[in-house]
């Protein structure tokens, strides 16, 4: 059964470490969480490991950038590790060909530009002449949909290509608005008969890439995050226990005080979905 708990030192001495999302969890995309913050710092102030794990597109690099800019404290976590690292390592590899088509934003060249010394991007061709795709989200997510990449995906398919997803996340919140990610238009091709290769939360490749990169002999790893379909599910699936932060994507599922989930909503909210975190709580804190 989910306990919804007062805080993460509550718990804190279970765990060697955590693996935490970013979006909904320690920032709204905007700004850091400064109650997320702490409870990090804390964290690691009691001999933890914080690696953030998130399904951005984009190298780490990218991403720790992002965060400095943000003004999330370097002393907040240890080492980060994200699903465009995973899927670039893929996408080197060959795992679509190499000449692919990118769906994607400006703000995500990095994936093909920061790359592992001596490693070299395949060419980006038009979908005619591609071997395969490569999705690291919407060319504009503050006003496009899924249903605007229709006509691109519908022939993906038809020419048999397979798309390789840099973001599993459908959805995410910046600020107060909505935004549609990589995932939502991966989801969309495999209705169309598409075949789609996923890297980041919930699928295997980023949580192994995370466990090698904490290099602990068999720690004990919470995983938080407000996705019950990418951080919850993926933490069970590879037995590792997990906690839900329900005032993320959910928040208007658990009554009228975000902060404070009624026990009864979430507990049928989570039956209906049959995914049981081992903890839950409204705000990381």
């Known amino acids: 059964m989910t306990r919804i708990i007062p805080s993460l030192a509550s718990i804190a001495a279970d765990y060697d470490a955590v693996f935490c999302d970013?979006?909904?969890c320690l920032h709204n995309g905007k700004t850091p969480y400064p109650a997320a913050v702490?409870?990090?710092?804390?964290?690691?102030a009691g001999g933890g490991k914080v690696a953030l794990v998130t399904n951005a597109p984009r190298p780490k690099a990218t991403v720790i950038a992002q965060l400095d800019r943000m003004g999330v404290p370097r002393d907040a976590w240890d080492l980060v590790v994200s699903s465009g690292d995973a899927a670039q390592a893929a996408m080197l590899q060959g795992a679509v060909g190499q000449k692919v088509f990118h769906i994607g934003?400006?703000?995500d060249e990095d994936f093909f530009t920061i790359l592992p010394e001596g490693a070299v991007a395949p060419?980006?061709?038009g979908l005619l002449e591609a071997e395969g795709i490569v999705c690291t989200g919407l060319e504009d997510d503050l006003s496009e949909?899924?249903?605007d990449?229709?006509?691109?995906l519908l022939l993906g398919k038809t020419r048999g290509l397979t798309l390789l997803c840099a973001n599993p996340d459908i959805i995410v919140d910046m600020g107060d608005k909505r935004l549609y990610c990589a995932g939502a238009l991966a989801g969309a091709y495999e209705d169309m008969g598409g075949k789609a290769l996923y890297f980041g939360k919930p699928h295997p490749p980023i949580y192994d890439l995370a466990r090698r990169q904490l290099d602990l002999d068999d720690p004990r790893i919470l995983c938080i995050g407000d996705g019950i379909g990418t951080d919850v599910a993926g933490g069970r699936a590879e037995g590792l226990d997990t906690l839900f932060i329900t005032g993320g994507l959910a928040a208007d599922q658990f009554g009228p005080d975000v902060a404070n989930p009624?026990?009864?909503?979430?507990?049928?909210?989570?039956?209906?979905r049959q995914i049981f975190p081992?903890?839950?709580?409204?705000f990381l804190a």
């Open 145 to 147: 949909t899924p249903d």
């Open 22 to 24: 970013l979006w909904g």
């Open 149 to 152: 990449y229709r006509a691109q």
């Open 278 to 282: 081992s903890h839950a709580m409204g």
């Open 38 to 44: 702490a409870a990090l710092q804390a964290f690691r």
């Open 262 to 272: 009624d026990p009864d909503l979430l507990a049928a909210w989570l039956e209906e």
């Open 105 to 107: 934003a400006e703000k």
């Open 123 to 125: 060419e980006r061709v």
